[in-house]
């Protein structure tokens, strides 16, 4: 349903993507890992024309990504999760939860038929603060958040970006559940992870970048056998 | 020893028409990130147009009071959409650089068209008598701006808190580019909100006109006093706006009064001692 062919991207004159290819099947939770700085987040970026790459092409579902505005993308059905959890900080929970919900929509995009009240009985936690301010949640509570408010525009596929990084091991897996969770109710999901062992139990196929381009691809059983790639790409 | 009240007075109506230059201004700043110098020139022109309007169609005031800001609309959006949205890739230094080079031009031409010095506009009926309040005589027409304020104020209020624009807009002062990737079309709004904030500016320059005379220094008069009020409200807080406006307001009114010699002075320390202990302003958001 996606698939991204030969991608370059720059942050002004350094060139980040040395041309990424890759694809995405429907259904699928997939992993983009590798170490600090090798352009994975840049990757997600530029599916979602945050970063325009300058050359290459990127196909989601016979449209052309490249050159569209973020908005324009994430109203054919891509979501997107940064890095950070960049909720809005002086909305409350259940308006943060809104603006997810893509302007002039009535119907859902996706499979998922996310609404505010399937949200909340899925993730009571974020009942209870409803009326909080964003700023006001924990970290795991915050990330949590960030990936439902992406939810609510019932997005076909979702990018996410380290949704893992800064949280305590037990709220890992509450984040890694929940992905699961998200990925049953039909959404395709492309995930960066720097935490290998948390990826491994989630995802069904793994690219691994260094800089600025794909490395290695194949699927868990393929990962695991690769100790050399592993080695040289993976562990610090 | 009527002075308090009337200075009092005269605080409000300089805090009504200060906020309504420093709402828009702090609204664009909070979203675009953009210090809009030209923000006090576009009030200049909503005073000027105000004034030609008024020599044309004796006395109009309302119907300039509508006419100005949504002529002041148009030239905002039109500045974003053609100016500004082109230079905004090369950063911010470069848009202040506009905005600043916008100001001069605007104010060039106004001397140009109307000439470099002082006009009077006499606004006549009601709105120009006087009435008896807290047991003094005062002018109608500063009590008129004050409730303009707060009108203006109000109606924003509820737009931001009470409305889905509301929190579009709130959401993209935190953070543009996510609400950009949640599927707004945040170029669209940010037009929106500077052609307001221009047509906030004309407004408060129609309402300017008759308390202040119309002359090509008026936008750099007003224009440090809301860049005051914006840094002491925080930037992007229009509840902020409303503090601060009010402060300096009676600030600059009482300092007169008090110690006449340093009022101007008197408005910057407020600004340094809110910076010194809250750098984001009395209600900014920690960055």
Redesign the interface.
């Known amino acids: 349903m996606l698939e991204v062919r030969d991608i370059h991207s720059y942050y002004g004159k350094s060139h980040i993507l040395h041309g990424v290819s890759l694809d995405l099947k429907e259904g699928e939770l997939v992993c983009l890992l590798g170490r600090n700085g090798v352009g994975k987040s840049t990757t997600l970026k530029s599916i979602?024309g945050?970063v325009k790459p300058q050359q290459g092409s990127i196909r989601f579902r016979d449209q052309e990504l490249t050159g569209k505005?973020?908005?324009e993308?994430?109203?054919l059905g891509v979501g997107?999760v940064?890095e950070d959890r960049?909720i809005?900080?002086?909305?409350t929970v259940h308006?943060n939860l809104?603006?997810?919900i893509?302007?002039g929509?009535k119907e859902s995009v996706g499979e998922g038929g996310w609404t505010v009240e399937r949200v909340y009985q899925l993730f009571p936690r974020l009942e209870e603060r409803k009326n909080n301010k964003g700023s006001h949640l924990s970290g795991g509570e915050q990330q949590m958040l960030t990936v439902v408010?992406?939810l609510m525009?019932n997005p076909r596929v979702i990018l996410i970006d380290e949704p893992t990084e800064g949280l305590a091991p037990l709220i890992v897996k509450d984040v890694l559940d929940m992905l699961v969770t998200v990925r049953k109710s039909g959404v395709t999901i492309l995930m960066v992870e720097q935490n290998f062992k948390a990826a491994i139990k989630v995802a069904d196929r793994f690219y691994i970048m260094s800089k600025g381009q794909i490395v290695f691809a194949g699927n868990t059983a393929a990962l695991l056998a690769a100790e050399e790639v592993r080695k040289n790409y993976l562990e610090v | 020893m009527n002075e308090i009240p009337v200075f009092f007075l005269h605080g409000l109506a300089y805090a009504g028409l200060l906020f309504l230059v420093s709402a828009g201004l702090t609204l664009v700043f909070g979203m675009m990130n953009v210090l809009n110098f030209a923000h006090a020139a576009m009030y200049m022109l909503g005073a000027y147009f105000s004034y030609s309007i008024m020599m044309h169609f004796t006395g109009q005031f309302w119907l300039s009071l509508m006419v100005c800001p949504a002529i002041l609309f148009i030239i905002g959006a039109l500045i974003e959409r053609f100016l500004l949205r082109r230079v905004h890739k090369f950063g911010h230094v470069q848009e202040l650089l506009l905005t600043f080079g916008l100001a001069y031009i605007i104010t060039e031409l106004v001397k140009w068209y109307w000439g470099n010095y002082p006009l009077a506009v006499n606004i006549g009926g009601f709105l120009g008598s006087t009435i008896q309040i807290i047991g003094i005589t005062y002018p109608v027409y500063r009590i008129f701006i004050f409730l303009c304020a707060i009108f203006v104020g109000t109606v924003m209020a509820l737009i931001l808190y009470k409305t889905r624009l509301g929190i579009i807009l709130r959401a993209a002062v935190n953070d543009s580019e996510m609400t950009n990737t949640l599927g707004v079309n945040v170029p669209l709004v940010f037009m929106g909100v500077f052609a307001f904030g221009a047509a906030l500016s004309g407004f408060a320059g129609v309402i300017a006109g008759p308390l202040l005379s119309t002359f090509p220094g008026m936008a750099q008069e007003i224009l440090l006093d809301a860049f005051v009020v914006i840094v002491v409200g925080g930037f992007g807080s229009l509840g902020g706006a409303v503090v601060a406006s009010l402060l300096i307001g009676q600030l600059q009114s009482f300092g007169v009064l008090l110690f006449p010699k340093l009022s101007i002075a008197l408005v910057y320390l407020l600004m340094a001692v809110v910076l010194i202990i809250k750098p984001s302003g009395l209600f900014g958001e920690e960055q």
């Open positions: 979602m945050v505005d973020p908005y993308i994430a109203r997107y940064p960049r809005f900080r002086s909305l308006e809104l603006m997810g893509k302007s929509e408010r992406t525009g």
